[in-house]
């Protein structure tokens, strides 16, 4: 709201101040301003990089429906027609090849990247096939609307917005989606932290977090604050399990972390290995070290270990697998964090229990609160997500006492 308000004064405010006759502050008020801004976002689509968002006529009439859309659209010159037997066919380099302003006849950002198509599929990962663009100066575009699949006479047609969460599409759009499959939960990094200092000091912390960055790790970023996600099946984001891990790393373990971990940025899947490995090594050496492998993490060139515990010399180098689990990465101390990280997070929402929040939703007539409605449906699916985050952790917890105390019992 603060930038929308400093939006407001630098673009609309001054206007009123310069020429109160022909702008006056009852119809540039910053309240109008606010609803102006929600009606023409909430129907905006991103054209390309250059000309950013745009308004496109019909294509916002459709509803959306989260990865069930059945209509596509395509934007091709006026003088091309579709096979109607075949509406998704690709174009040949050729005949696509940039895209012109449209009504700029002489625009020439044709270098920009186009993303028309993606956005008003709701899918800016994919290609979309069947997207065809103008050259420069050549005739204008049009929009075509092609259904992907079959819609019972009278029914609904629609589209769809993109893969996003309950928390977007409110935000965006002013509406919820129930049984989001992509919907998530964000943990703010400054909670994190908070969480890690109740049982740790803040230059352990900072150090282990500076090693962390170092590996090449972040978290998700949005508007200058970095958060980390929880999916919609509880599942924590990696990157957030591996900063844990690294800051309850023994001082032994984390010192070897220095030996077999590069010093710059790299993927995801060496990250954790090199961090598996320094909380696993027994004893190193100038060119190889031994390591304590459990169930089958761990392989020698490609063979894995499949015997319980059991040490197993490694040169560096040599094949490791423990990209198929995290479970060895929820230690009891990283499993405590992440309960702390859970209370916190949930101690937002105030005191009324999930079955509260529930039963005020069904409470709402629709049509009279809506905004009611759909604002608890985020809420709870929220909490859904981070009871689900709860047994997720309490699912490994349990399972590895249990292992322990078949390894207790075989002694």
Known sequence: MELLHEDW?????????????EFPRDWFSVEQYFAAKIIVGSRAFEIDDYHGFGMVPLADLFNHKTAAEDVHFTSVPINYSIDIDNPEASYSDEEC????????????????????????????NDDVKGTC??????????????????????GEVFNTYGTLSNAALLHRYGFTEP???FDIVN???????????????????????????????TGCSSQNSEYFEISASGKPQLELLILLYIVHLSEEAYQRLYYVSPQHSQSLSDVKKHVYFSSHVIKMEASDYRVKTKGSYL????????????VKKMKI????????????LLTSSVSQCLLLIVDKRESLYGNSSLGEDMELRRNCVCKEQLKLFHAMSLRISERSI?????????????????????????R
């Open 9 to 21: 004064k630098d673009s609309v405010a001054s206007l009123t101040a310069l020429d109160p006759i």
């Open 97 to 124: 090849n940039t895209r012109s302003c449209s009504d700029i006849s002489d625009c020439v950002h044709s270098e920009a990247d186009t993303g028309l198509s993606q956005s008003l599929n709701g899918n800016d």
């Open 133 to 154: 663009f103008s050259s420069a100066g050549s005739s204008s575009e049009v929009l075509e609307m092609i259904l992907v699949k079959d819609v019972k006479e009278g």
């Open 179 to 181: 049984d989001n499959p």
């Open 187 to 217: 943990i703010d990094f400054d909670l994190v932290i908070d969480c890690c200092l109740s049982s740790l000091s803040s230059r352990h912390v900072r150090v282990r977090v500076a090693s962390w960055r170092r590996l090449g790790c």
């Open 299 to 310: 392989g020698s060139n490609g063979t894995n270990i499949n015997n319980g515990s059991c």
């Open 317 to 328: 180098g040599d094949a490791v697998d423990v990209s198929n689990s995290d479970e060895w």
């Open 386 to 410: 981070l009871h689900k985050l709860r047994l997720y952790i309490s699912k490994f917890t349990e399972a590895k006492k249990v292992n322990c105390n078949g390894n207790r019992r075989k």
